[in-house]
């Protein structure tokens, strides 16, 4: 029923990572405001697409 110990401790190993393969420098993950910067048309949608898209992930 449940997993055996082994079985569980080698998922673990598998997902197990260092801090250091997460660490990035903050200047890599600095974006601008430009970056970021979006106009309301980008994400204006109607609602019938809106509720297709919704539709596909439900």
């Known amino acids: ?25 903050r200047d890599e993950l600095d974006v601008t405001m430009d970056e970021l910067d979006v106009t309301r048309d980008e994400f204006d949608v109607s609602k019938d697409e809106f509720d297709a898209a919704k539709d596909e992930f439900v």
């Open 1 to 25: 029923m449940g997993r055996e110990g082994g079985e569980a401790e080698a998922l673990t190993d598998q997902i197990d990572v260092t801090k250091d393969e997460f660490d990035v420098p």
